[in-house]
Structure formats: C-alpha cells, structure tokens
C-alpha cells in the first residue's frame, strides 16, 4: 500500500497538523510512501513570495524533525515540469461541469471580486500529485475528499480511454479524535492560516506562549472536566489535545483531573513536552541551509525517479511523447 501526503506552507505548521498528520507519517510508513510541501497549491490566493519561500523551508524542516525518512520527503515545486506536465494532460481529460463543482472553490471565491484561476484548477494539480506517484492510498481530511473522488474519477477515465497507467487512489479518512479545534473557537479547526493566531498552537512557539495559549482556551461555565463534545465543546477539544498527547482515549484523559484549571496545566505539560523536541530539531535544520538544501535536492531526486516512468507512459498513450 502506497500512501501520499502533502501540506500546503500556507502558514507556521501548527498543533493540529502535527497531532493530526505529520506525526502519523513518522510513525506509520513504508519505503514507497512520499510526503511533500504542496507550496504550488499556495499560490492560488494572494501570497507574498519570499514569505512562501520561507515557509515552505521551515515545514521541510519540521517534517524532517519529527523523523520522517528524508527520501520520503520532497517540495513539490521542485519537480515543477513533472507536475505541470501531467496537470495538462489531466486537464484534457477533467470537464468543466467536475471542476465546477468543487466545494473548496466555492467557499473561498465567495464574496471575491477577483479569482485567479488556479483556484479553479488547482484540483487538477492535486489529482497529477496524486497520480503521478501510483499512490493507493491518500489521507486527508474531509474538506479535500471531493478531490481525490476527483482524481479517482480521471485515472479511471483517463485509463478507459487510453490505458491503464494510473492506480486508482482510495481515500483515507483521519480518526475524528486527531480533528484538533482552535483553543478560542472550538466551532473551527486550528489551522495554520488563521488571521487570529490567539487559538493557535504552533510548532516554534516557545513553551512560555504554548502555556499561555492553552491557559486562555475557551472552556465553559458548567466547571465539569467530562468529555462531552456536544455540550462542552471546549473543554473535549483539551481533552483531545491530552489524549492524542499520552496515548489514551478522551475520556479516559479526564479522570481525576478535577477542574479547568487543572485540566489546562496538564494539556499545557503534555503539549510542550511532545512539542520540544521536535522544535529543537526544526530549529537545528533551519540553522544548517546547507544541509536543508542537500536534503531537499536528494528528495527531489527520489521522488523525479517515481514520477519519470509514469509520466513518460501517460505522455506516450496520450499521442506526445
């Protein structure tokens, strides 16, 4: 089973990427998986190039850190050709009606007087990062799952229509419990490009800020510490957050912790302990281009070997190469 996983540098990687994804990859792997920075997918809103730069080394950084084989790991703009390669192609296999009917394009056009139209076609990139590895198996989180039933969709076409050269990915949903929410909004996810970073625990923040954050999460006024999500969104998000850090179920995580204040101390304890040596490491990596940089071209390499082949297969079926 072939699995692939990407995060867009849109923002500081922060808790929930980490509790909820990047720290999966370390742990549960195998030698033909990939893991890459999507920094492509950033440029379909208004961005600020040499913060992208930025961004898209510190989370090559901090999925290094946190021990994923450096050969699993890549920067998806430095095989830029293979990907736009295969974006054309798949685009002359994609219809209009599929593309206009993705959700994420939707909610962030809305209310917008102005759209680039990468973020119309920007699920056509995302299915040739998928296709163009043989990936079986792609984990994401619901808000992407309508595209990857779109790559699903053209390797299937695209298959039937010229033979088969892609796998056909399966989607795989994260466990509920891994969904971390923003500590002053459990409404919303936690999320790395949130405008108010209050409720957002990121992966450099110092332990001092870690604790604060937590210290000041929205809780609720019932002054019961149980894991209800329903009725105490809040206080279940922390819940989560501990049980994701120490290995146990939410409810469990609320034993014998007796009031709020109490129940932030020992979440702020467990974030910054399984926090701080993975900051050390980010931090170390950053310090060292030169060896960030080695790292990365080995990557691309790598991941150039796995994409060559198929590209070269679908260009020849398809009448250019």
Known sequence: MTRLSGITPSGHVQLGNYLGAIRRWATDTTPDDLYFISDLHAMTLAHNPARLRSLTRETLAALLAVGIDPMLVFVQSDLIAEHAALTWILECVCTFGE???????????????SVRLSLFTYPVLMAAD????????????????????LARALAKRFNGTYGDVFAVPRLALPDAAARIRDLADPARKMAKSATDAAGVVFLLDPPDLVRRKINRAVTDTLGQVTYDPETQPGVANLLEILAVCTGVTPAKAAVDIPDYATLKRTVADAVIAELAPVRERTVA?????????????????????RARPRLSAAMRVTGIG
């Open 130 to 149: 998928i296709l163009l590895y043989g990936a079986d198996e792609v984990p994401v989180g619901e808000d992407q799952s309508q595209h990857v039933e």
């Open 285 to 305: 990596l950053l310090d060292d281009p030169a060896e960030l940089d080695r790292i990365r071209a080995a990557g691309a390499e790598r991941a150039r070997e």
């Open 99 to 113: 593309a206009r009917r993705m959700i994420q394009f939707k909610q962030k056009s809305a209310g917008a007087e």
